[in-house]
């Protein structure tokens, strides 16, 4: 018998929240033999609607799920965490500027890194999801001064799911029968859908792929999908963003395959600057990731990797009087 292990959720009770606490309560997060102890974390005035999610939480029965905390208080919601996913963030303002949501953001993740740091367990693996995740997630690792700051990671595995699902259904194939994909940079429509090495059924696609569609089909349509999902159901993705946060988290813990993307601290790899909290390839076995090494990168490859690499530099000096 495994002894639980503690997650953390921050925002529970906001969209994503609510399409991914029951899945991790019902083992899809860590294996359908590792009980769980959910601690879930929402501001003041949601402390009603999270105890709502808490009482079906618990009028699911689910076998896994040893205990529920619910807090408004980061150091009761962190304590002892083996995994924390940070999906609280405020939402953009009407006609706010992204510089200023930026800031606006960054402020909580101060805090965040604090409680984690002063809280959680010391392998602590963090997830970021609440935008701008990879900003975030650079601000709380620099808070979190007694975690390995490759435990911080930021979610770009929507992107990689979405551009999965465009390019099987452009080669009427199944996701499955795709492998070396990949997501560079940050979670935002800079982000680059990488087919370069990409196979289907173990050949590589890309020569197969007209380049027009790629640059003028592909890359936009899985650097805007967000949008476009906001215009058909009229809110933000709730249950896709959720089940990439399981799966970010799943392979990360339990390993995987065939290559993955995740927002990770720069190691310098590919002359990203260092400590940029940026979407490589990664591989994943025994609770590490590591990037994959060694790839040639083209010329349009390169110049995707400076537009996104770009981006992530200009965010990281709006926050910068946070990172001294
Ligand atoms: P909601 O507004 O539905 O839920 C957010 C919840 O977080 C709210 O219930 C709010 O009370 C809570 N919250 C805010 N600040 C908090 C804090 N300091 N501590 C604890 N809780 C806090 O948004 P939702 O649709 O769930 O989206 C959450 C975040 O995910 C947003 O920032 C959104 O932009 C981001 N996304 C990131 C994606 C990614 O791929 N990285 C994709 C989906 C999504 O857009």
Known sequence: HKAPVRVAVTGAAGNIGYALVFRIASGELLGKDQPVILQLIELPHAQNALKGVAMELNDCAFPLL????????QSVGFKNADYALLVGSKPRGKGQERADLIKDNGKIFVDTGKAINDNASRDCKVLVVGNPANTNCLIAAHYAKDIPKENFTA??????????YQLASKTGSQVTDIKKLCIWGNHSPTMYPDLTNTT??????APTLDHAWIDTFFNPKVGKRGAEIIDARGSSSAASAANAAINHVRDWALGSEDWISMG???????NVPKGLIFSFPVTTKNGKYSIVQGLKISEYSQKKIDITTKELLEERACVENLLK
Do not use: C, E, F, Q
Request: hydrophobic share 30%; aromatic share 4%; charged share 30%.
């Open 66 to 73: 040893r205990d529920i905390v619910t807090t408004d208080s």
């Open 155 to 164: 979610m770009t595995r929507l992107d990689h799911d979405r551009a999965l």
């Open 200 to 205: 289907v059924h173990n050949k590589l696609i």
């Open 264 to 270: 990770v601290p720069s190691d310098g790899s590919y």
